[in-house]
């Protein structure tokens, strides 16, 4: 499985847009990018994936290079609830095996 | 409600003592997970389980031992044999097959063992 790159922390004024960034440069091309994040002492709760275009749902949007090679996770208006630990993940879809490195930790301030 | 169910939320043992961590899930998925994750680490899978009554290993099963006879239910042993057992043990599940699924979480348990 492909590694990641993450900035180990960010910060993000509340209301702002809030852009995450991951390095995944050896990544195959059947495998997914993920993103979860993780609220203290909760489990981790899905966000959104893709695999070549850019995906947005009600909670975020993706943008993923043309190359692959890195991807953005952006939440467009960031609250204190969205302080917690983003994962970047890439894996492939046939296993669900998902390899969560130590992600980036934006704290949202007031 | 649908979800995933595991308790208790801390757990305390007492070295070389087995202990059984509880994982079910009420939202008819086919795959389930364990991970361990460990205080400013990210998670690392233990074991899996794709259908009933099957189940691999993941990175670190060692000490560590699974049953899935029932599709809502997945415990998690950890044996004696686990040197270093004090972590937060988490649950997922996921719909699973060859398409692309997200994992849902359980809320975790704490185990320490002194």
């Known amino acids: 499985d492909a590694k990641t790159t993450q900035p180990p922390s960010m910060d993000c004024a509340e209301g702002r847009a809030a852009n995450l960034p991951c390095n995944h440069s050896t990544i195959s091309g059947n495998e997914y990018v993920y993103w979860y994040r993780q609220i203290h002492s909760q489990g981790p709760q899905y966000i959104i994936h893709g695999l070549k275009n850019n995906e947005t749902n009600e909670m975020a949007s993706l943008i993923i290079t043309e190359d692959r090679k890195s991807s953005t996770l952006i939440l467009p208006h960031a609250t204190l609830r969205d302080t917690a630990v983003y994962y970047c993940i890439v894996g492939v879809g046939a296993t669900n095996k998902l390899i969560f490195g130590t992600g980036t930790l934006l704290a949202v301030q007031p | ?114």
């Open chain 2, 1 to 114: 409600d649908g979800g995933i169910t595991q308790s208790p939320k801390y757990l305390f043992r007492k070295e070389g003592q087995n202990v059984t961590l509880s994982c079910e899930q009420n939202l008819n998925h086919d795959a389930m997970y364990w991970y361990r994750q460990d205080p400013g680490q990210g998670l690392r899978l233990i074991y899996y389980s794709q259908i009933v009554n099957d189940f691999q290993k993941g990175d670190i099963a060692e000490g560590y031992s699974v049953s899935r006879e029932k599709k809502e239910s997945f415990p998690l042993t950890v044996t004696s044999a686990q040197k270093n057992p004090t972590a937060f043990y988490l649950c997922a599940s996921s719909i699973g097959g060859l398409a692309v699924y997200e994992q849902y979480f359980g809320p975790g348990t704490r185990l320490t063992v002194t």
